[in-house]
């Protein structure tokens, strides 16, 4: 479904980005992998590049952008999915957490949308797709930076896939904008943006036991599907949405949380 596909994948090194890296690959897909640990990563062969990064600061993302068009010339999707596991209630944010979660959540996946859209517009199907998550609508004490941005990042991707579709330069206030740097000729005038919102999903930024009390019947009649997800359903998802099977989707918010949104009122809400 993927065959021929040029992808960058940002926190590809474990958790759902090494799901997503290895699905991709598997269905004839060349990814360069994002991030700064790739231990886990010496198993997938030629079709993964890696490129160490640390998202959080700019020159380093444009290195990021220069090294995909030395490499592939252009990008067919750029997925936006590093993460941390920092969590903090109301009494005990601190500046240095948000600052950082801001930078990782919000700011890094503008720029690498800014800098690689170039890329993204030799593509005839390019399509920018987000992780964010479910919590993003869920509320809970324990982890307010992590869950406050991700809700950031997820209005981001509308107003973004609203401008990937606006030829016009009108906003919905008929407010003349600024005017378009011009497209490349051939360049594709349209991008694809979508959003991903999982819900529990096994990954390594929680430690196993911490797992296994969660797939407990304790904690699961949250969940309609009575489990937590794997990641390599969050991957599949990523291909299908990267793939000309999901032309028609943009400016789309995805949940993958075995049903658990619709036990949530302010999901419910929202949806």
Same mark, same amino acid.
């Given at each position: 479904?993927?065959?021929?596909?040029?992808?960058?994948?940002?926190?590809?090194?474990?958790?759902?980005g090494l799901?997503?890296?290895?699905?991709?690959?598997?269905?004839?897909?060349?990814?360069?992998?994002?991030? @700064? $640990?790739?231990?886990?990563?010496?198993?997938?062969?030629?079709?993964?590049?890696?490129?160490?990064?640390?998202?959080?600061?700019?020159?380093?993302?444009?290195?990021?952008?220069?090294?995909?068009?030395?490499?592939?010339?252009?990008?067919?999707?750029?997925? +936006?999915?590093?993460?941390?596991?920092?969590?903090?209630?109301?009494?005990?944010?601190?500046?240095?957490?948000?600052?950082?979660?801001?930078? #990782?959540? !919000?700011?890094?996946?503008?720029?690498?949308?800014?800098?690689?859209?170039?890329?993204?517009?030799?593509?005839?199907?390019?399509?920018?797709?987000?992780?964010?998550?479910?919590?993003?609508?869920?509320?809970? %004490?324990?982890?307010?930076?992590?869950?406050?941005l991700k809700?950031?990042? !997820?209005?981001?991707?509308?107003?973004?896939?609203?401008?990937?579709?606006?030829?016009?330069?009108?906003?919905?206030?008929?407010?003349?904008?600024?005017?378009? %740097?011009?497209?490349?000729?051939?360049? $594709?005038?349209?991008?694809?943006?979508?959003?991903?919102?999982?819900?529990?999903?096994?990954? $390594?930024?929680?430690?196993?036991? #911490?797992?296994?009390?969660?797939?407990?019947?304790? +904690? $699961?009649?949250?969940?309609?599907?009575?489990?937590?997800?794997?990641?390599?359903?969050?991957? @599949? +998802?990523?291909?299908?949405?990267?793939?000309?099977?999901?032309?028609?989707?943009?400016?789309?918010?995805?949940?993958?949380?075995?049903?658990?949104?619709?036990?949530?009122?302010?999901?419910?809400?929202?949806?």
């Open positions: 479904m993927l065959k021929g596909y040029k992808a960058m994948i940002t926190g590809a090194t474990s958790g759902m799901a997503t890296a290895k699905e991709f690959i598997a269905q004839g897909a060349d990814v360069i992998g994002i991030g @700064r $640990n790739f231990e886990r990563t010496k198993d997938l062969g030629e079709h993964f590049i890696p490129f160490k990064c640390d998202i959080r600061e700019e020159d380093q993302i444009i290195a990021a952008a220069k090294f995909a068009e030395e490499k592939f010339g252009k990008l067919d999707t750029l997925i +936006l999915n590093a993460a941390t596991g920092e969590a903090a209630t109301p009494s005990n944010v601190t500046s240095e957490g948000y600052t950082n979660g801001f930078k #990782m959540y !919000v700011l890094a996946p503008a720029l690498f949308t800014k800098y690689c859209e170039k890329l993204l517009r030799r593509s005839d199907n390019p399509s920018i797709l987000h992780t964010a998550s479910q919590g993003a609508y869920a509320i809970d %004490d324990i982890c307010v930076p992590y869950e406050s809700a950031g990042q !997820v209005d981001y991707v509308r107003h973004a896939a609203q401008w990937y579709i606006n030829l016009h330069g009108q906003s919905i206030y008929n407010i003349p904008v600024a005017p378009r %740097d011009p497209i490349e000729e051939g360049g $594709n005038p349209y991008i694809r943006v979508n959003v991903v919102c999982p819900g529990l999903i096994r990954t $390594n930024l929680l430690p196993g036991e #911490m797992w296994d009390a969660l797939s407990s019947d304790q +904690l $699961n009649w949250q969940i309609p599907s009575r489990r937590v997800g794997d990641a390599e359903e969050v991957g @599949r +998802l990523f291909a299908y949405l990267a793939s000309d099977k999901a032309r028609f989707i943009s400016g789309s918010v995805v949940l993958i949380d075995g049903g658990w949104g619709t036990s949530h009122t302010s999901m419910t809400q929202f949806m």
